[in-house]
């Protein structure tokens, strides 16, 4: 294998990463921008703070797709490695985005999307333990934590060792972008959904 099909596909799944729908969305809409509000994530989380849930879903959507799609030119070009790398680096472009000095998004939606098209088990365990984290505790960022470390366990108990490294890798990303909220877990002082702290 060249050098020159995996560079294309690291490029390609960069800057597809890199567009940053929360904050287009928020500007076309007349939202603000979003990265004075809250956090200052661009991320739907931080989205759903300007009071605008369908704006937040349709950042959800559209996060997550720009994963599955960069997961798709992989395969497309490189069926082997191309997926897990391009899909990985889509991750990557999402959180740190080159047109906003590599300020970006927490990742979990992206990485959804990425796990979509890898494997939908990996994918439907994501989802689960995703949603249930919040439901229980009600805090966002604990339950996009939670299921990004999920992936990497589900992968390797299915055998699918060949995605492991992609996903803990993203996982590893998730948590570092995550600091500040493990800080205010561990003082009791992270907000629950609906409040208007930071996410």
Request: one cysteine or more.
């Amino acid at each position: 294998m060249t050098w020159q099909m995996p560079a294309l596909l690291a490029v390609i799944g960069y800057i597809l990463g890199s567009i940053p729908f929360g904050l287009v969305l928020t500007r076309l809409t007349g939202a603000g921008d979003l990265r004075a509000i809250g956090s200052g994530s661009i991320g739907a989380t931080n989205v759903l703070r300007t009071g605008r849930k369908g704006l937040a879903a349709a950042t959800v959507l559209l996060d997550g797709g720009k994963g599955a799609l960069a997961v798709w030119i992989g395969g497309l070009l490189m069926p082997e490695h191309g997926p897990a790398l391009c899909g990985a680096m889509a991750f990557l472009g999402h959180c740190y985005p080159i047109w906003l000095r590599f300020k970006g998004g927490k990742g979990v939606a992206t990485m959804l999307g990425v796990s979509l098209a890898l494997s939908w088990i990996v994918v439907l365990v994501f989802a689960i333990v995703w949603l249930s984290a919040v439901a229980i505790s009600r805090i966002s960022s604990l339950g996009g934590m939670s299921a990004a470390i999920s992936a990497p366990i589900t992968a390797w108990a299915l055998g699918l060792h060949d995605l492991v490294p992609a996903f803990a890798a993203m996982a590893l990303v998730v948590l570092w972008r995550h600091r500040p909220n493990i800080a205010r877990l561990l003082r009791g002082e992270e907000p629950r959904v609906g409040s208007s702290g930071k996410a």
